[in-house]
């Protein structure tokens, strides 16, 4: 009897766990993403289309640099995960040649020199990058810039339009990440 009861207490503990601690059982996207810190936690989540996405799994899920090259300043950070069907999302922010500072708000347009810009890849059978314009844009702000210590922390939000026309809407980002120069 003994036996019986410790085995029906185990297999109740088993199926009462949730494996999904980021939630805490919401249903909500947002309350799926990470809390918005500011302490270096290498941390970043954003809703795409709606859904949470959390980089995870592969060989470099998560990366971000800022650094100072032939004069100019180069922000870039990447978020990465597989899809249902394992193919390859990612989601960016980055400058080029354009100095970050503490709550400041930059606009992601296009890629070009002086400018910020957002950026959905998808890769599949080919490699497929679209990036924020004039028309489709965005907002990066930083909320923290702790260079003695390599630490940005901020929000994002931003528009983009793929090659079949279809406008992915990437939402309610923060990070929390140490860079590399």
Request: negative net charge; proline residues 0%.
């Given at each position: 009897m003994k036996n019986?009861?410790?085995?029906?207490?185990?297999?109740?503990?088993?199926?009462?766990c949730n494996n999904d601690d980021n939630n805490n059982g919401s249903t909500n996207p947002v309350d799926q993403l990470p809390p918005a810190t500011q302490t270096g936690e290498n941390?970043?989540?954003?809703?795409l289309d709606g859904e949470a996405f959390i980089p995870r799994g592969g060989t470099n899920p998560l990366d971000c640099?800022?650094?100072?090259?032939?004069?100019?300043?180069?922000?870039?950070l990447q978020g990465n995960k597989r899809n249902s069907n394992n193919d390859l999302v990612g989601i960016s922010v980055g400058t080029n040649s354009l100095q970050l500072f503490e709550n400041q708000t930059y606009q992601l347009l296009e890629n070009t020199t002086n400018n910020a810009q957002g950026i959905y890849s998808f890769y599949s059978s080919s490699i497929n990058n679209y990036?924020?314009?004039?028309?489709?844009?965005?907002?990066?702000?930083?909320?923290?810039?702790?260079?003695?210590?390599?630490?940005?922390?901020?929000?994002?939000?931003?528009?983009?339009?793929?090659?079949d026309g279809v406008v992915h809407q990437i939402r309610e980002g923060r990070f929390d990440m140490q860079y590399t120069q």
């Open positions: 019986i009861f410790f085995t029906l207490l185990i297999l109740l503990s088993l199926t009462a941390s970043f989540g954003c809703l640099v800022y650094q100072l090259v032939d004069g100019g300043y180069y922000f870039g990036y924020t314009s004039q028309t489709h844009t965005g907002e990066l702000t930083i909320t923290k810039l702790d260079i003695e210590n390599q630490i940005v922390s901020g929000t994002f939000w931003f528009d983009v339009q793929d090659n």
